[in-house]
Structure formats: structure tokens, C-alpha cells
């Protein structure tokens, strides 16, 4: 082999290593911010999910059975991004698959996704507090969710 030929066959290794980098579904490391003020308790509809603080600060935000919750965008197998796809949650680099409260519903995942603490503060405004975490088993603290009143009066 000659010296210019080793030169395009490495390139050509390099370029494709940097590829499968790119679109394993990592995520660049969210902010390290861990409080994050992410709206109104209006600004989420009941029965909805939304990624909007996903890429900032690795937030997935859900409305379900009258409670705000933040759990991670992080997948639980090996730290894949969650992308919200139609309406459910799953993880870009292996295809865990999780519903709108985190629980793992398909794939490699194990656990379901971490939740942050939640709280209204003076302003009126949803604070989640990454420092703060929840695994499945907590998920009815109080500190896991906001509590939407349904009262219409």
C-alpha cells in the first residue's frame, strides 16, 4: 500500500467513526443548571408530554391524572437521548421505548426514567430541581409533582 492510499483509506475510517458518533443518539451534556424555571402550570395540557427543555436541560415535561411532572431525557440504558416520537418516549441510540409517566415499556431500558422535584414558586411559576431525583418508587412524594386543581369555580 502506498503512502497515498493509506492517507484516503484512514480518512475514510476517521469520517465513518465520526459519523456513527453523530447519530448514535448521544446527547451534548444539558445545562448543569439545577434549577430550572420551565412556566405556568397552564402551559402544560393534561395527557401531554413535551421535550421542549430536552436539549437545554435535559427536562421531559408531562401533564397526566392532574399532576406536573420532570423526569429525565436521559435514557436509563446506556444515557441515549429520549425523543418524543408520536406522542411516546424513546431512546434514539437503542430503541428503549418508555409511556408518558416513564415507565419503561420496550427495549433495553431497565429502569424507568428519573423524575426531578417540582414546586410552584412566588411568582406562580413551575421550578424543577435537578439536584433532587425520584426513582419509580417515589413517584407519589409529594416533591415529585405538581398537583393541577381541577376546580373550575
Known sequence: MNRRSFIIQTTGAISLVVLQIRTTGQTTAPSRETRVDIGSPSDFPANSVTDRFAARDGILVAHQSGRVYAMTSICTHRKGSIELTEGRLQCASHGSVFDI??????????????????????RGKLVVDKSCTFDESAWNDAASFFAVSTDKS
Do not use: F, M, Q, W
Open 101 to 122: 409517566t416513564g415507565r419503561r415499556v420496550a427495549g433495553p431500558a431497565k429502569d424507568a426514567l428519573v423524575r426531578y422535584a417540582i414546586s410552584l414558586d412566588s
